[in-house]
């Protein structure tokens, strides 16, 4: 990446809170890997292993990836965006977290929200594994939402909803953002999974020294939002269904506490 290059992503990260660098991971590498995951996922839905809830009503789960998604934070080094992440944000100084977000076919809109709260913000790398676009659930963002800190409430009356943006995507192409911009999952109409790989410095980075080697480098789902218990359930039914529910309450919460701003 050139000086230049690295200059004109930093001013653009700086007034919108994210980046696109477009065609940085290889697409067959990518393919594979999606055809791993999602593989992984059926097998454990099939064998009864997979938690109920946790997400699947809702249709968005968290995945660890494993060593399977090595390659692609190699090429994020060999491309620069990790050095670009770490002149954004000098905190990042360790190995990231491994994450992944797995979009079900039928899946909701979630609530716009941050990833931490607003004071304790974070890099994200987030790599779209499969072409991506309105019918697969493309990412929403609010740009510059960033810059100020909103309490729900406020987020609402302003009406910073309405500066909303989608972002389509090409397999390979990374997503840099900040945690405190306010975003959200979308829809998935087709009948194909979408995942879409995150790489995170929350507190600076993984305390591993190979973040990928965790749970043996083995594919694990986990929750996203929902617990999987009874209660977890019924919670996240509710959400499904009703959602403006889920709206009010933390709406009405957030005149009273903070706890409603991620």
Same mark, same amino acid.
């Given at each position: 990446?050139?000086?230049?290059?690295?200059?004109?992503?930093?001013?653009?990260?700086?007034?919108?809170? /994210?980046?696109?660098?477009?065609?940085?991971?290889? !697409?067959?590498?990518?393919?594979? $890997?999606?055809? *791993?995951?999602?593989?992984?996922?059926?097998?454990?839905?099939?064998?009864?292993?997979?938690?109920?809830?946790?997400?699947? $009503?809702?249709?968005?789960?968290?995945?660890?990836?494993?060593?399977?998604?090595?390659?692609? /934070?190699?090429?994020?080094?060999?491309?620069?965006?990790?050095?670009?992440?770490?002149?954004?944000?000098?905190?990042?100084?360790?190995?990231? /977290?491994?994450?992944?977000?797995?979009?079900?076919?039928? +899946?909701?809109?979630?609530?716009?929200?941050?990833?931490? *709260?607003?004071?304790?913000?974070?890099?994200?790398?987030?790599?779209?594994?499969?072409?991506?676009?309105?019918?697969?659930?493309?990412?929403?963002?609010?740009?510059?939402?960033?810059?100020?800190?909103?309490? /729900?409430?406020?987020?609402?009356? $302003?009406?910073?909803?309405?500066?909303?943006?989608? $972002?389509?995507?090409?397999?390979?192409?990374?997503?840099? !953002?900040? +945690?405190?911009?306010?975003?959200?999952?979308?829809?998935?109409?087709? +009948?194909?999974?979408?995942?879409?790989?995150?790489? *995170?410095?929350?507190?600076?980075? #993984?305390?591993?020294?190979?973040? =990928?080697?965790?749970?043996?480098?083995?594919?694990? =789902?986990?929750?996203?939002? =929902?617990?999987? *218990?009874?209660?977890?359930?019924?919670?996240?039914?509710?959400?499904?269904?009703?959602?403006?529910?889920?709206?009010?309450?933390?709406?009405?919460?957030?005149?009273? #506490?903070?706890? #409603?701003?991620?």
């Amino acid at each position: 990446m050139s000086r230049a290059e690295t200059e004109a992503y930093k001013q653009a990260f700086a007034e919108d809170g /994210y980046v696109v660098i477009k065609r940085v991971v290889p !697409r067959d590498e990518l393919a594979e $890997l999606y055809t *791993t995951v999602t593989a992984e996922y059926a097998r454990q839905k099939a064998d009864g292993t997979l938690f109920k809830g946790g997400g699947g $009503l809702s249709g968005h789960l968290n995945c660890f990836p494993g060593e399977a998604a090595r390659f692609a /934070y190699e090429a994020l080094k060999a491309r620069g965006v990790v050095d670009l992440i770490r002149e954004i944000s000098p905190k990042s100084v360790r190995e990231p /977290y491994l994450g992944c977000n797995l979009n079900l076919p039928g +899946s909701v809109t979630q609530q716009m929200h941050m990833d931490r *709260t607003f004071r304790n913000e974070f890099m994200i790398a987030n790599v779209s594994v499969v072409d991506t676009d309105l019918a697969n659930g493309a990412t929403d963002v609010v740009p510059g939402s960033h810059k100020q800190f909103y309490k /729900y409430w406020q987020y609402v009356l $302003l009406g910073k909803e309405r500066e909303h943006k989608r $972002l389509p995507s090409e397999a390979g192409d990374v997503l840099v !953002r900040v +945690s405190n911009l306010w975003h959200r999952g979308m829809p998935n109409h087709t +009948s194909q999974p979408r995942p879409m790989l995150a790489f *995170t410095w929350d507190g600076g980075g #993984s305390p591993l020294a190979d973040p =990928f080697a965790e749970n043996d480098g083995k594919i694990t =789902f986990f929750p996203n939002w =929902f617990a999987p *218990t009874r209660k977890g359930r019924i919670i996240e039914r509710t959400f499904v269904k009703a959602p403006i529910t889920y709206k009010t309450y933390r709406f009405v919460n957030s005149i009273f #506490s903070d706890k #409603s701003y991620e």
